[in-house]
């Protein structure tokens, strides 16, 4: 199997705390790829890493057996593919369900400005087929009933399931979560690993960060454990349960 996401050696410091100590990982296409680790392991750090918001001090990261440019910013690497959901939801509440996902289609538009100034009907049809793909992500995660309404009017869980169709409205080959699942009840969060599980199936190759430890062994292929900065351990979710690094570092010794 391919590897679609590679990072090499991949290491960022915070003034004297080194958040991410060397990290190398492989995410082979079309799996969902787990990762796991106490508070400020350095997880967040590696998303940061991964989509651009952050640079690496050293160490490279390599995506469809192409080196990125270390200093790519977010914008240029959605255009390649990866698309992400934030910790802390990053919605605009004041804006529509629908116009929020539109956000994402921005990158996808064919029309100039000049074009959207005219309202041509080369702009008017781009229009409707962004809007039209937009309704289809909506459809996907099941909000599709709420497309007139204002974001901040959704439910918790239902925000985070629309952060989820704004990355996926920008045509992503890499979705990388950052615990999606965080303030969900048992039933969403029952839907949201229906819904991953869909997304592997249509072909995405997902990056979840999650806390969750039924939610991670129930639907990822492999997960890598990071404790402060470093991959401790890597497998299956079966070895890495039982791993006594993992069960001490981040079961506290309990299990
Ligand atoms: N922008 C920043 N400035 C300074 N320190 C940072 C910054 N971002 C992260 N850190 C530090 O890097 C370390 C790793 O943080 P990170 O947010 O990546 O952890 P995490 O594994 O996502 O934690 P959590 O489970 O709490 O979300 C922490 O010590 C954190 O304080
Ligand atoms: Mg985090």
Redesign the pocket.
């Known amino acids: 199997m391919t590897d679609l996401l590679q990072l090499q050696g991949v290491t960022r410091s915070?003034?004297g705390?080194v958040?991410l100590n060397q990290v190398s990982l492989c995410v082979p296409q079309g799996t969902v790829y787990g990762v796991i680790?106490p508070?400020?392991?350095?997880?967040?750090?590696?998303f940061n890493i991964i989509t651009g918001f952050y640079y690496a001090d050293s160490g490279i990261r390599i995506f469809n057996g192409e080196v990125l440019p270390s200093r790519w910013p977010p914008h240029k690497l959605t255009r390649l593919g990866i698309a992400r959901t934030f910790?802390n939801i990053r919605l605009f509440g004041q804006m529509s369900v629908l116009d929020n996902v539109l956000v994402g289609r921005y990158i996808h538009a064919q029309s100039s400005v000049l074009a959207s100034i005219l309202r041509t009907r080369a702009f008017i049809a781009d229009e409707c087929a962004q809007r039209e793909y937009a309704l289809s992500m909506l459809r996907k995660v099941n909000l599709e009933h709420r497309a007139a309404d204002l974001a901040m009017s959704l439910s918790y869980g239902d925000q985070r399931r629309l952060e989820i169709a704004r990355a996926l409205a920008t045509e992503p080959r890499l979705l990388a979560l950052d615990e999606p699942a965080a303030g969900m009840n048992a039933q969403e969060s029952r839907a949201l690993s229906d819904l991953l599980a869909q997304l592997r199936q249509d072909g995405l190759t997902l990056l979840l960060i999650e806390h969750d430890m039924s939610l991670v062994s129930g639907i990822c292929d492999r997960i890598a454990v990071?404790d402060f900065g470093e991959v401790i351990v890597e497998g299956d979710p079966e070895t890495v349960r039982h791993h006594p690094q993992v069960i001490a570092a981040y079961l506290g010794g309990s299990a």
């Open positions: 915070f003034g705390i958040a680790g508070n400020g392991a350095g997880k967040t750090t590696l910790q990071l």
